[in-house]
């Protein structure tokens, strides 16, 4: 049978936590919402894909592209500097996750593509996006765009172009997750906030791999996030490379030295997944992708299609994200329940 992952239950207590932890931060004195700054902290440098960047101020008006970038800035605390954020509302209910009060507290400015005179109508002072996560030359939507017009431009790590055409991917994804909260920890004076964020995530992380499956005991996972002809699927520099690996798996495609990107069918076949992991996201429901990996001729030799060991992440779960921890702690208990027999662990 299919076991569907979704690990909001731990991103939850996860989160609570945090909260807690961001709590004390912001009760220090001379901090109230993460408005105020301490004296001397300004001017700020970070480096960010390759680019040296200084702040003279936090930026009080920042518009976020897409969930994981829009959540990255609530795991900070840092609503009260956003004018809103752009996202399409396919990413799941935004009701019921940890963030659900910051959502309720910033304006959801559109559902559709992001663009530069959204980004002027809302008076914005800074955009927090990537490439391919909103920028993009050919919608004309770049950081040089928006650096004519005044607007700041800060680029999700995971994003970064790596000098190889367009291929992105600088550093391990965690790295990336762990590199932008402390940048913007910085950047926005709330330093402690984010080291505490950090220090948190890869505790967790640590435990899921402490409880790993190791050695010969690691299946072969394949991500699948769409495609028919050519799967989408993740290299060594998406969300699902570490979240996999971390998680005890052996990720197929970790020689791919990108981000999100298409492979054939026939190196799927070839390297055999015991365990499919498929990206809930889009017009494409997680069921019709189960159905079209199971019922596709090409592959139904492989593992994880012969024995139905597929499972299912949600979207914001893979992209570069503060659910990336929880993620990688739900996919470990997954991966502890599969034997290469085809059922759950103890189960056979």
């Known amino acids: 049978m299919p076991?569907?992952?979704?690990?909001?239950?731990?991103?939850?207590?996860?989160?609570?936590?945090?909260t807690g932890c961001g709590a004390q931060v912001t009760s220090q004195e001379g901090e109230k919402d993460g408005s105020a700054t301490r004296d001397g902290h300004y001017p700020v440098t970070v480096e960010n894909c390759g680019e040296k960047k200084t702040y003279d101020k936090a930026p009080r008006r920042v518009v976020t592209n897409d969930v994981g970038i829009t959540e990255i800035m609530f795991a900070l605390g840092l609503e009260g500097h956003m004018?809103?954020?752009?996202?399409?509302?396919d990413k799941g209910d935004l009701t019921s996750v940890p963030w659900k009060d910051a959502y309720q507290k910033?304006?959801?400015?559109?559902?559709?593509?992001?663009?530069?005179?959204?980004?002027?109508?809302?008076?914005?002072?800074?955009?927090?996006?990537?490439?391919?996560?909103?920028?993009?030359?050919?919608?004309?939507?770049?950081?040089?765009?928006?650096?004519?017009?005044?607007?700041?431009?800060?680029?999700?790590?995971?994003?970064?172009?790596?000098?190889?055409?367009?291929?992105?991917?600088?550093?391990?994804?965690?790295?990336?997750?762990?590199?932008?909260?402390?940048n913007l920890g910085r950047i926005f004076d709330v330093e402690d906030r984010a080291t505490t964020l950090v220090a948190t995530f890869r505790e967790?992380?640590?435990?899921?791999?402490?409880?790993?499956?190791?050695?010969?005991?690691?299946?072969?996972?394949?991500?699948?996030?769409?495609?028919?002809?050519?799967?989408?699927?993740?290299?060594?520099y998406a969300g699902p490379h570490d979240i996999i690996t971390k998680a005890g798996g052996d990720h197929i495609m970790k020689d791919l030295e990108d981000s999100w990107t298409t492979v054939g069918w026939e190196t799927v076949v070839e390297r055999d997944p015991e365990v499919i992991v498929i990206n809930d996201y889009g017009d494409t429901s997680a069921d019709q992708k189960r159905k079209f990996l199971?019922?596709?001729?090409?592959?139904?030799?492989?593992?994880a299609v012969k024995n139905d060991r597929i499972v299912v992440l949600d979207y914001v779960?893979?992209?570069?994200?503060?659910?990336?921890?929880?993620?990688?702690?739900?996919?470990a208990a997954e991966l502890r329940d599969f034997d290469r027999g085809g059922s759950p662990r103890g189960e056979g």
């Open 83 to 89: 004018a809103g954020y752009v996202m399409p509302d």
């Open 294 to 303: 199971t019922s596709y001729p090409p592959l139904a030799q492989v593992s």
């Open 106 to 182: 910033t304006t959801w400015l559109s559902k559709e593509r992001i663009n530069k005179e959204l980004v002027l109508d809302a008076r914005a002072d800074l955009v927090f996006a990537g490439w391919n996560y909103g920028f993009s030359e050919g919608t004309g939507f770049t950081p040089a765009e928006l650096e004519e017009v005044g607007v700041g431009s800060y680029l999700l790590s995971e994003s970064c172009r790596n000098g190889r055409g367009k291929a992105r991917g600088v550093m391990s994804p965690l790295d990336a997750l762990y590199t932008d909260l402390l």
């Open 317 to 331: 779960d893979l992209v570069e994200s503060p659910r990336n921890p929880a993620a990688v702690s739900s996919l």
């Open 204 to 236: 967790q992380v640590a435990e899921a791999q402490a409880k790993a499956p190791k050695g010969a005991d690691r299946p072969r996972v394949f991500l699948y996030d769409d495609g028919r002809d050519k799967p989408l699927t993740s290299g060594a």
């Open 3 to 18: 076991h569907p992952v979704r690990p909001a239950a731990l991103a939850l207590a996860t989160a609570l936590l945090l």
